[in-house]
């Protein structure tokens, strides 16, 4: 199995707009036939008036710097989800109590944005960092072609770095390997600290249990720079549909996989609008990125068409560029150990223009095929009115 998401029927749970949370995908066909009406959706957001006494919850003390309330909050509030809710994934349970939880308190966000602040305050005070040149553009990052092509800013000049596995999908050589290993060392040096010092360190998000928010221990501003800089340019020209021009925020973090650490990673969408993926090591086999088309909120669990299945295979210093609701997956990494940068970059512009837009058929693929259907047989209804018309004789 690719997923590491429950396949049974799931409710549709809601994709976080805050914190770091991934939105979880089903492969699974639709359950239900036809639109949800909203208030449906919230209908089915509910929890049972009796708790379920021989229901064991899960322990939610691991997130507890990500989440808005308390992981013990959680815990209990977990035996008063509905039967159905009761047996699918932590992460589909814990959209769906955060959810509700968010609807009645809307200090918890307030709140968790205060406490994250001063978490980021603290570690940077402390930490001694390694190669301080990495956290400044001083270093030289990037590969000669990824430099030329973003200084000549043109489409032509981008696509003549990039390979386009499959529409959506860019593929370049981006990273010097010196970088990569100076970021693979400052990473293994700030993980050492975080150990020595027994500090509780935040994942990068809800389905990671390694890896580190490069963002928490300084290197904000050099992300920052590098999104402006360098992934800007290039998603005002591939993906402005989706907010590619806007981009003015960001995630930063690094992922790890292989032996002791996550192996695979589920079927699911990003947080963002454009996510930046690169590898940066070490010496790994398997892992492979599969994708399975861009979806919105509503669509996120449909089928795939056969032409959206892709399959990717990292190389160290290659980078990524897809939108973030392009639903994607990594496969088990079988050896090695296998670290990625990943870039969350967001528009609050375009999530803000979504809330009062319907029709997602300029990016979402499920969007598109419904729209091309209703053409489709709005054509041949006009075809069959007028073949009616001429076969009746005119009197
Ligand atoms: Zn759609």
Not at 42 to 64: G, I, T, V
Not at 164 to 171: A, K, L, Q, R, V
Not at 290 to 303: A, L, N
Request: hydrophobic fraction near 35%; charged fraction near 30%; include cysteine.
């Amino acid at each position: 199995m690719e997923a590491s998401v429950d396949r049974r029927k799931q409710p549709h749970a809601p994709t976080a707009g805050n914190g770091n949370a991934n939105g979880v995908a089903s492969a699974a066909e639709e359950e239900e036939e036809g639109e949800l009406e909203e208030e449906e959706e919230e209908e089915k957001l509910r929890l049972r008036l009796r708790a379920n006494e021989n229901h064991k919850p899960e322990s939610y003390e691991d997130l507890q710097m990500q989440l808005e309330f308390s992981p013990l909050l959680f815990s209990s509030l977990e035996q008063y989800l509905p039967f159905n809710m009761l047996h699918v994934s932590r992460e589909l349970k814990l959209q769906y109590m955060r959810h509700i939880l968010l609807r009645y308190s809307p200090e918890g966000e307030r709140a968790r944005v205060k406490r994250h602040k001063e978490y980021r305050q603290k570690i940077i005070l402390n930490y001694q960092p390694l190669h301080r040149e990495l956290y400044t553009h001083e270093a030289n990052f990037f590969v000669p072609s990824f430099l030329k092509a973003i200084a000549e800013n043109t489409e032509e000049s981008f696509r003549s770095i990039m390979f386009e596995p499959s529409p959506g999908i860019y593929t370049f050589e981006m990273l010097q390997p010196r970088f990569c290993e100076l970021l693979l060392s400052e990473v293994e040096n700030f993980e050492r600290w975080v150990h020595e010092k027994k500090f509780r360190i935040m994942r990068p998000n809800t389905m990671n249990r390694y890896g580190a928010v490069l963002d928490d221990f300084g290197f904000e501003t050099m992300l920052e720079k590098l999104m402006e800089g360098f992934i800007c340019p290039i998603s005002r020209v591939f993906f402005p549909e989706v907010g590619g021009s806007t981009l003015d925020s960001h995630h930063g973090f690094v992922v790890e996989y292989g032996v002791n650490r996550d192996v695979e990673l589920g079927f699911h969408v990003d947080d963002s609008e454009v996510t930046l993926n690169v590898c940066l090591g070490k010496q790994f086999s398997g892992g492979d990125l599969f994708f399975r088309g861009v979806r919105c909120d509503e669509h996120v669990h449909s089928e795939s068409q056969p032409e959206e299945i892709i399959d990717y295979s990292h190389v160290p210093g290659r980078a990524v560029l897809h939108r973030g609701r392009h639903r994607h997956g990594a496969r088990a990494t079988t050896s090695g150990q296998r670290v990625n940068l990943l870039l969350w970059c967001r528009s609050s512009v375009f999530r803000e223009l979504k809330k009062y837009q319907k029709d997602f058929s300029k990016w979402c693929g499920e969007c598109q095929r419904e729209k091309k259907e209703r053409q489709r047989l709005a054509v041949g209804a006009t075809k069959l009115e007028l073949f009616k018309r001429l076969q009746k004789p005119t009197s």
